[in-house]
Nanobody, 119 residues
Framework: QVRLVESGGGLVQAGGSLRLSCVASGTFFSIGAMGWYRQAPGKQRELVAMITSGGSTTYADSVKGRFTISRMNAQKMMYLQMNSLKPEDTAVYYC?????????????WGQGTQVTVSS
């Protein structure tokens, strides 16, 4: 069974840092684009950052210069380094990946990890 599992969330004071990790497990042939999304209470899920299989990155304007997305393909891992955190970064953060298996490419989501930034 293919799964994405996030870790690294928690409670941090404004100005602090956290590093989120996402690992893909199960049987699949390749990992395409991967991304981090977040959803705050009462708001829609939004893209935070995305990274292609070749390493090209895209960031939401609200996190540019503060967050860094990276991946290690051989380890099937993706990371989100979050610096200078603000209370408005508080949300559940979700890992997303396009994984290609025996039945073709499919979009997968992790279960989410809570990030809470106190003022």
């Amino acid at each position: 069974q293919v799964r994405l599992v996030e870790s690294g969330g928690g409670l941090v004071q404004a100005g602090g840092s956290l590093r989120l990790s996402c690992v893909a497990s199960g049987t699949f042939f390749s990992i395409g684009a991967m991304g981090w999304y977040r959803q705050a209470p009462g708001k829609q899920r939004e893209l935070v950052a995305m990274i292609t299989s070749g390493g090209s990155t895209t960031y939401a304007d609200s996190v540019k210069g503060r967050f860094t997305i990276s991946r290690m393909n051989a380890q099937k891992m993706m990371y989100l380094q979050m610096n200078s955190l603000k209370p408005e970064d508080t949300a559940v953060y979700y890992c997303n990946a396009l994984l290609t298996g025996a039945v073709g490419p499919n979009d997968y989501w992790g279960q989410g990890t809570q990030v809470t930034v106190s003022s």
